[in-house]
């Protein structure tokens, strides 16, 4: 049996549908999901969860409509004005990890802010994937090898070297990665970091993913025979 994951990620998938089925905009599937990242932040920090992670915006995304976009980047700002008494109550550490040069520059200034607020808190530390994505990630990654290292110094590279130039660098590999609304896919998030990693999916769209569909995935993962490819 496995314990409680060190590191449980979350891709949030299913605003739009819920939305949709509902005879509502896409936004306000999004809205609805705020509640739910609300839920899994205290069931994880309850559970013992020691780093939270959610794809909450991924590189792709920039391409929906302008509308869209703009009103998740909303509530985000109002997530993170909302919630910095929360975080700092219960002890969360605020991450935002990504392509941060496509924000806006109110938003860095807001994300930063909590950020250095919360640097200090040890209970948990939640990550939120804001323009994020995996290939991005690698590449920036080896761009940034390269340039600190020269080719000679990359030749000679193990890939726990390459670990620090990703941007989760200092973070432990996801131990369980769940994905709501029932697609099976990693959708270009955490290519590298994810190699050991145990997935959950789940049909539940994610506004309806609360305590007790996250406490069932941490259940899911407790059952799990983790091998890392070996013979046990
Ligand atoms: C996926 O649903 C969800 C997203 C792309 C955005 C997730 C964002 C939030 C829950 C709100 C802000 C986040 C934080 C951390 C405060 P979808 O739109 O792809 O749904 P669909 O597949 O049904 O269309």
């Known amino acids: 049996m496995n314990e409680v994951p ?11 549908r819920w939305a ?21 932040t205290e069931a994880a920090v309850e559970a013992g969860v020691k780093y939270l992670s959610l794809y909450a915006f991924s590189e792709e995304n920039w391409n ?11 509530l985000m700002m109002e997530a993170i004005r909302n919630e910095m008494k929360t975080l700092l109550d219960n002890g969360v550490r605020f991450v935002v990890l990504g392509n941060r040069a496509r924000l806006s520059e109110r938003l860095n200034g807001a994300i930063d802010d909590l950020m250095g607020k919360t640097a200090a808190c040890s209970r948990m530390t939640l990550v939120i994937f804001l323009s994020y994505s995996g290939k991005w990630d690698i590449l920036q990654a080896m761009k940034r090898a390269v340039a ?22 200092g973070i432990p590999d996801p131990d369980l990665l769940i994905r709501t609304s029932g697609e099976e896919r990693i959708s270009n998030y955490l290519l590298w970091q994810c190699a050991y990693t145990e997935f959950v999916f789940t049909d539940v769209l994610w506004p309806d993913f609360r305590k007790p569909e996250f406490r069932a995935a941490l259940a899911e993962y407790a059952s799990r025979d983790r091998r890392y490819g070996k013979v046990k």
Do not use: W
Not at 149 to 169: I, K
């Open 6 to 16: 060190v590191h449980g990620s979350i891709i949030m998938d299913g605003n739009g």
């Open 20 to 40: 949709k089925a509902r005879g509502k905009e896409r936004v306000y599937g999004h809205a609805a999901g705020v509640e739910s990242v609300r839920a899994c």
């Open 64 to 74: 929906r409509p302008e509308a869209e976009v703009n009103r998740l980047m909303e």
């Open 148 to 169: 600190e290292r020269g080719a000679e110094g990359v030749r000679s590279m193990e890939t726990a070297d390459f670990d620090r130039y990703l941007v989760t660098a």
